[in-house]
């Protein structure tokens, strides 16, 4: 899997979406996407890319697009 | 009256994440001028949300002698539709940005972006002299049962609480609960008795926003349900530094005992202090604490009674337990014990059906020095992130809309749902997650052989067990 397929596929196990409702996704647009949600999306993250992330980047990770900037990140170094 | 704006004037009573204050001499105003326009004592509905509107309406009635239903702004329309129609408020104090839900009623009154809104029902339903407010029991599913709370239960309380937590007109709690919920409610109506100054956000744990406001704005205090510490475990919170933090305090369910450990000892090296506590919105809100200077010693416990509570146990035989480490129903004595439930508009004329007597349906034991654990529940419910959730309420929805062999079972935050014939598992999970409103995570489906049942075809639940244990 490309890490683009990996970023993609935790989102989708996370809240029970499809690929399509991907693209300007934010938090809390739709209920799965609350905070129970956002703990289990950060939780896959971290298995997917075997990283482990910071508090302030955790809470910064307000949409679909502001997490691949995040993770790009020297931190983690996940292009994707 | 429940509170004395007048005592605080210029003191701030609440200040939102945009800046915006509020001082106690413009609260006492604002909410005096939602009740004139009320007018007298009626039933209303307020939707609520964390915000400086919500606060205002709430104890404009409050201190007007206006019952509200406190419901989520969030709850769902049609959900809303069926209880407007069955209690028949005679106004709604509603977010301005949700006045279009109700087109047929008229505003007549508009303050910090909420909106009085008239309903035009021409029957209203008699209310008992000493009814103060209406909660309800599980935040998100819309059941028409709520909670009759008096005035005297919510100010007895609020006094218990100001005493056992040492409440001044220091603290600056923020918000972290839906208003609507009674241990949220709980920490407004205390903090607004010694004049603090609360924080109101709908910003949460996670994310930038929320934790902005806490540290610009100084927040010494919040609460949290047992999922509010796995998050706050999980976002390494003990890194955090919040120097102005003075109390945690922990409700809604048993929160794990090594999270107990941790945010314990979390407290203990920082100065700080953890206070889990003990409650149900039958008894107002707060049934019990743990004190802070206990907390690491008395671990899994839920403490004491609050000033002025007393608790005991019952066994199966009906006998009250003397031993201690012997399980018995808890049940608890004291002023904030509420009057009872309302199904229906005709059950708001009812009085006190309890006596100041609450039989908590949990399960519990006292150690040798008289601190309580809850070890169990008389009746099958969980709590899911902080919400009540009945299993067999959701046993019978489930049969009754998919004719199937069909139980739930499970554990706090994390429901199992058993079913037999493995076409059904998905639609059945969507059916509960749709009924419950609650994140999909929760909830897990399994398909096995056959639910275990007795020779009279109940359920045997416990041997569901080895499935999630």
């Known amino acids: 899997m490309t890490n683009l397929e990996k970023y993609n596929q935790a989102f989708i ?26 703990m289990g999306l950060i939780s896959a993250l971290e298995d997917a890319f075997d990283i482990m992330m910071d508090t302030d980047d955790i809470i910064d990770f307000s949409s679909y697009e502001k997490g691949k900037e995040i993770l790009a990140k020297d931190d983690y170094g996940v292009a994707i | 009256m429940i509170w004395d704006f007048s005592r605080f004037a210029d003191t701030p009573a609440m200040i939102d994440e945009n800046g915006r204050q509020v001082s106690y001499a413009e609260l006492k105003q604002a909410s005096e001028v939602v009740a004139q326009c009320v007018g007298g004592r009626c039933l209303v509905f307020c939707l609520c949300r964390n915000e400086i509107g919500s606060v205002v309406g709430y104890t404009g009635f409050l201190n007007g002698s206006i019952p509200p239903v406190m419901l989520n702004s969030h709850l769902e329309e049609e959900l809303l539709r069926n209880l407007v129609d069955s209690y028949q408020p005679a106004y709604l104090w509603c977010p301005a940005d949700q006045m279009a839900q109700f087109p047929e009623m008229t505003a007549v009154h508009e303050a910090y972006e909420y909106v009085l809104l008239k309903t035009n029902f021409e029957h209203s339903y008699p209310l008992h002299e000493d009814l103060g407010l209406l909660l309800t029991t599980s935040g998100s599913t819309g059941s028409p049962k709520f909670v009759r709370q008096t005035y005297a239960n919510v100010l007895d309380n609020a006094r218990s609480i100001v005493q056992y937590l040492e409440l001044d007109a220091t603290e600056r709690p923020i918000t972290t609960l839906p208003m609507n919920y009674t241990y949220g409610l709980s920490i407004i109506n205390s903090h607004l008795l010694v004049g603090a100054t609360i924080l109101v956000t709908e910003k949460g744990l996670m994310q930038k926003e929320f934790w902005s406001f806490f540290k610009e704005s100084g927040a010494t205090s919040f609460g949290g349900v047992p999922y509010t510490y796995e998050m706050l475990d999980r976002l390494r919170f003990y890194r955090m530094k919040l120097p102005t933090l003075r109390t945690m305090t922990q409700a809604g369910g048993k929160i794990l005992p090594e999270l107990h450990e941790k945010f314990a000892n979390y407290a203990a090296e920082n100065g700080k202090k953890f206070v889990v506590m ?24 839920m403490g004491i009674a609050i000033p002025g509570g007393k608790f005991h146990l019952i066994d199966a035989n009906g006998q009250e337990v003397t031993e201690p480490n012997v399980t018995g129903e808890l049940v608890y004595e004291g002023k904030n014990v509420t009057m009872g439930y309302a199904e229906c508009g005709d059950d708001l004329a009812k009085g006190d059906e309890r006596n100041g007597i609450l039989e908590t349906g949990d399960m519990a034991q ?25 299993l067999d309420e959701v046993d019978r929805l489930v049969q009754g809309k998919f004719h199937v062999d069909f139980a739930s079972s499970g554990v706090d935050d994390h429901m199992y749902l058993f079913v037999t014939d493995e076409q059904y598992a998905a639609s059945v999970r969507d059916f509960v ?18 639910i275990p049942k007795n020779d009279a075809g109940k359920t045997l639940y416990k041997e569901l067990t080895k499935y999630y244990v």
């Open chain 1, 13 to 38: 196990d996370s809240f029970e979406i499809t690929e399509d409702q991907l693209a300007g996704l934010k938090y809390q647009d739709i209920p799965a996407w609350d905070s129970a949600g956002h």
């Open chain 2, 278 to 301: 003990y409650g149900q919105c039958e008894a107002t809100a707060r049934m019990g604490y743990l004190p802070a200077d206990m907390a690491a010693a008395k671990k899994g416990s």
């Open chain 2, 366 to 390: 006292f150690d040798e020095d008289g601190y309580y654990y809850i070890v169990g529940r008389k009746k099958r419910f969980l709590k899911i992130y902080g919400n009540r959730v009945n």
């Open chain 2, 433 to 450: 997650i749709a009924k419950t409103k609650l994140n999909p995570a929760a909830f897990k489906v399994q398909v096995i052989d056959e």
